[in-house]
């Protein structure tokens, strides 16, 4: 398992981890105290059970919390993505475990359609692992009025997306691939 529902008790390893430098100016939901922090973590519970948003706390393969991972914005089965994951834990492949697992329940259980991922175009760490995602496009040309609501002031943020119909058909490339490599 990668990813887990949301929990309180996840919050000093999580707080810990967000506040580092390297993680905190990515960090969309900003808590300044774990006071605070709590606060936002029993707010998204809420918000998660009155159907606003879907959140998860990425877990690495001994279940210890690593990051958090968010649909935000939930309007007509779509969504902006935020994601971070501890300092600690970079380049270790969980962000691409993270988002397959989380894209699979999103766009298989709650029947989201399109994910999109507003990612400033400093964040070149945010960039390239979107740009690794065999099933993510780079929106700002295919979505320029979203492009533009996003950059009122100039290109300030890089828009990608993620659509049900791409994400499934990576799935079924990638077990026929599986399957394939299994027989030979």
């Not at 922090?37 to 009155?50: D, G, H, R, S, Y």
């Not at 990425?58 to 007509?76: K, R």
């Not at 994910?115 to 690794?132: D, L, P, Q």
Request: with cysteine.
């Amino acid at each position: 398992m990668v990813l887990k529902r949301r929990d309180v008790a996840d919050c000093h390893v999580l707080y810990d981890l967000m506040i580092d430098p390297a993680v905190f100016p990515y960090v969309r939901q900003k808590a300044y105290s774990y006071e605070e922090f709590v606060f936002l973590t029993k707010q998204t519970i809420e918000l998660e059970e009155q159907g606003r948003l879907i959140s998860r706390t990425i877990v690495d393969e001994w279940q210890s919390p690593i990051g958090v991972i968010t649909l935000f914005d939930l309007q007509n089965h779509r969504g902006f993505l935020g994601t971070w994951i501890g300092k600690p834990y970079f380049g270790k492949g969980y962000n691409q475990l993270a988002k397959n697992a989380f894209f699979t329940e999103l766009f298989f259980t709650h029947q989201i359609e399109t994910v999109f991922m507003r990612i400033r175009t400093g964040n070149r760490r945010s960039i390239e692992a979107a740009k690794k995602l065999p099933y993510c496009s780079l929106a700002n040309d295919l979505r320029p009025d979203l492009f533009q609501q996003l950059n009122p002031d100039g290109h300030r943020y890089d828009l990608f997306q993620v659509e049900r119909d791409h994400y499934h058909l990576h799935t079924l490339r990638t077990a026929n691939t599986q399957h394939e490599a299994m027989e030979a």
